[in-house]
Each structure stands twice: as C-alpha cells, then as structure tokens.
C-alpha cells in the first residue's frame, strides 16, 4: 500500500522511517511546508516528494499519516477524510474541545476510519495492565499512579502553543488510565507549580502538574507530570487492585534509585520518549496498515481523543478555579 505522510519534523521524520520498515508498506510519498527538510527526509528513506496537499491527496494513496503542528491537524484530517483516505493523526485532534467536535461532526459522514496517536496503547507493560485489569488478576482496582517526566523542559517557543501541561504532557496519562480500566472519569482535581524557567508563568502554564482523577467505579487516580525531572524520562502507571499490584514502565531504565541501598536500577535511562517508546510507535503504524486494509477497526477512535482531551480541559480549569470539576459540568 501506498501511505502518504503529512510533516517532516522529529516525530514525522522518525514515521517516515518506521513507515519505509513497515512489510505493508510499497511507498510513501511525504509533504512539508519546509522543502528543504522534506526532500532531506525522503531521500533518506526513498519516499517520494510532494509539492502540495493537494497534490500528495492526489497521488493515488490508500492512507494518509498527519505529523503536521496541532494548529494543522483539523483541517488536514477533515482533506484527508473527504479524499476518502483512512486517516492516522498524532494528538490531538485540534486544540479544543469545541474544534475537536466539529472535526468529527464534519467527518461523521466520512467512510473512512480516523486513528489518533496514542502511542502507549501500544506499549507492551500497559497492554499487560489492561490485560491482567480485564481478567480479573488485581482484583478490583482501588488506586492507580500516573507519571510522565521529561528530563528536560522544551524550548521557550513551544510552551505558549503547547495548549499546557495537561494538554501537551498528561493527556496520554488521562488516554492510558481510561483505555487500560475501561472505566470513564467523572471527577477531576488538578493543581500546578511553577518553580524552573519564568518562560512557563508567563505563558499561563506550569511546569509541574497533579491531576486527581476519579473514575466512575469509585477508582482513583493520580497523574503527575513535571519538566524537570533531571534523573532521566519516567513514564509509568502502578495499577494497584484488591488482588494484586501490577506497574508498566519499572525496568532497569527506570530513573529512580532506592534510598535502602539497592543495586537497582542497573541501565541507563531513556533521554526521552522516541526512544522509551520506539517499539509502540512502531507497532501503532503497523496497526494502522491493518485499519487501511480494513482487517481491524482504529484502535484509538477520534472519540477515544475527545475523551482524554476533555479530562485535560477539565483539569486546566480545576487548576484555574482551585477546585474539583465534574466531568460534563459547566464550571
């Protein structure tokens, strides 16, 4: 099949290559509004260069993948849609609420599937938590503990478009706690901190988060987020149950030391989430070739996408108002 790739930045660049890689894939052919950059990519993995939208819709493609900044991504989903393209788009769908919903109004009528790139779905320890949660080994679950550290913040530009913290950062927590439970949040609490660079007041964000989320079986969550976590780039969930405790991201790569001495952990910590989660965004493409081919349904729905970026509006509200937010409610 023949898959189209929409921006040729870190992540598109790094889906160009997993996509030249990829048995199902016989070519690919890629545009980005930076030429130079663009061609770069597709010399490097054989791909075809594409002047415009337009033309790369045009050039008898079975699917399309969006790697395009967020501001972009509501209206290339909805040309991709109308050429009737199965369609993969990273998070988020747009950058609210209300311009998620009309994307997927608009694209109702589409029959064509649409794919969100939430990566840790793929991930092999959470697709154990929600196997070992679906069986019943834990028990019922009572607790569960979300982090998402970056090592170092990103650049002072990125913030003020970032959509903040719990937008940019802890949405994947809020995706993963949903996906992995199969239970909807009703109650979100969040606060924030601002103790590193003075370029995250001044954008309105924060750069650490808590979120406190409850799930609708009385299940509570935690998800914590910072930018600073100068140990390495910790991505974990502790699914903690009546039965049993069971954690997605302790390996040796883990950056936490004990405070009682042990020889643990003994590897290097991953610098960042490409390489955490290489395998993930490796094998979430090579989903989306089966949902091209129409042999699976999209494994994350653009409702699945609403879903979690409306827990992060909720929780960047809670953090505004200083106070609880029910799901659904008007403030």
């Known amino acids: ?28 052919v890629l545009h980005d509004a930076d030429e130079h950059s663009a061609r770069a990519v597709a010399e490097t993995v054989g791909a075809r260069f594409a002047g415009d939208i337009d033309g790369l819709l045009g050039a008898g493609l079975d699917g399309v993948v969006i790697a395009a900044p967020t501001a972009f991504h ?17 998070k988020p769908v747009a950058g609210t609420l209300e311009e998620t919903d009309a994307v997927l109004a608009a694209a109702a009528d589409a029959p064509v599937p649409l794919q969100i790139g939430f990566q840790r779905r793929f991930d092999a320890g959470y697709l154990a938590l929600r ?11 009572h607790t569960l503990r979300a982090c998402t550290s970056d ?12 959509g903040g913290i719990f937008r940019d950062c802890s949405v994947h927590d809020y995706d993963i706690v949903r996906w992995v439970t199969g239970r909807e949040v009703t109650e979100v609490y969040a606060t924030g901190a601002n103790r590193g660079e003075d370029f995250f007041a001044a954008a309105g964000d924060v750069d650490t988060a808590v979120t406190l989320l409850t799930l609708d079986d009385g299940t509570l969550a935690t998800c914590t987020a910072t930018r600073y976590n100068g140990a390495g780039y910790d991505v974990r969930l502790e699914v903690c149950g009546s039965k049993g405790t069971l954690a ?10 004990s405070a009682e001495g042990a020889d643990w952990p003994a ?43 409306a827990v992060a509006e909720a929780a960047t509200r809670s953090r505004e108002l200083g106070r609880p937010v029910l799901m659904g409610a008007a403030g």
């Not at 509501?74 to 990273?90: N, V």
């Not at 196997?131 to 679950?141: F, K, P, Q, S, V």
């Not at 997605?248 to 030391?257: F, I, N």
């Open 267 to 309: 590897g290097t910590p991953y610098g960042g989430f490409m390489e955490r989660f290489q395998d993930a965004y490796r094998d979430e493409l090579a989903a989306f070739t089966e949902v091209v081919a129409g042999t699976r349904p999209s494994p994350c729905t653009g409702d699945d996408a609403r879903a979690a970026l």
């Open 74 to 90: 509501a209206d290339l989903i909805l040309a991709a849609q109308r050429a009737g393209l199965p369609t993969f788009c990273e």
């Open 151 to 162: 090592p170092t913040p990103p650049h002072a530009g990125y913030i003020p478009g970032s």
């Open 248 to 257: 997605a991201g302790l390996t040796d790569r883990t950056p936490v030391v």
């Open 1 to 28: 099949m023949r898959i189209g790739l929409i921006g040729t930045g870190r992540i598109g660049a790094f889906h160009a290559a997993t996509l030249a890689g990829l048995p199902a894939v016989s070519g690919i």
């Open 131 to 141: 196997e070992a949660i679906t069986a019943g080994r834990l028990g019922w679950t």
